[in-house]
């Protein structure tokens, strides 16, 4: 009874090689949200979508990029991975951007390696 | 700048007692608080919260007490179970969500 799917559970890729991750949710929810997590840190959002509109946090780097074609569907492309992007990514939804009665629900991550 | 901070990374506790997690903020524009539980290999799930108009909220084994001016959050857990064990995070919202390192709760036997 997933709602929020990510794919692959683990990737492993090499250092400068595009990769992108994968989240989908059956819960129709308007605001798709991508967060990175790595070693014994707060998860650290990247970027969210509310609709078709891309919001980008200020100190996301370039490197990080994301897709949404349709509401179920939103990707993370990181065009050339370094050493430092090993994480655990996180994806999140919610029917709003408002917490306050929407909290958000979380995907089962996929973490990230670096060769 | 760390604006949410739980300064105990693990807490053991033993099943039938107490669980109090804590949590500090720096930033007095939070107007919301979420406390998420983690269990290993799966994403973080929504607990309980409270507005910043409220100084508790409970919601059966587990109660959020919020002091505003001293900038601290705590979740107890009474009576604690072994199914309790996990990641537990604390988070802060004003229009983004932040998040805390976690705590690792054990309850045992």
């Known amino acids: 009874d997933a709602m929020v799917i990510q794919n692959p559970r683990y990737q492993v890729t090499q250092f400068g090689k595009p990769v992108t991750l994968s989240c989908s949710q059956t819960l129709n929810h308007n605001v798709m949200y991508w967060y990175q997590q790595k070693s014994s840190q707060a998860p650290k959002l990247l970027f969210h979508y509310y609709d078709k509109d891309f919001n980008n946090e200020a100190d996301t780097p370039d490197n990080f990029q994301s897709r949404r074609p349709n509401t179920s569907f939103c990707f993370l492309d990181i065009r050339s991975p370094g050493l430092g992007d090993a994480a655990m990514y996180l994806c999140?939804?919610?029917?709003?951007?408002?917490?306050?009665?929407?909290?958000?629900?979380f995907g089962d991550g996929t973490r990230l390696s670096i060769l | 700048d760390q604006q949410v901070k739980q300064n105990s990374p693990s807490l053991s506790v033993q099943e039938g007692r107490i669980s109090i997690l804590n949590c500090d903020y720096t930033n007095s524009m939070f107007d919301y608080f979420l406390w998420y539980k983690k269990y290993p290999a799966e994403g973080p799930t929504f607990l309980i919260s409270?507005?910043?108009?409220?100084d508790k909220n409970e919601d059966g084994r587990f109660t959020v007490f919020l002091n505003k001016s001293a900038k601290h959050l705590s979740l107890h857990i009474v009576p604690s179970q072994p199914g309790d064990s996990a990641v537990y995070f604390c988070a802060a919202s004003a229009y983004k969500l932040i998040f805390g390192t976690g705590t690792r709760l054990q309850v045992f036997p």
């Open positions: 409270i507005s910043s108009i409220k």
């Open positions: 999140a939804t919610s029917r709003g951007v408002d917490s306050s009665n929407q909290p958000q629900h």
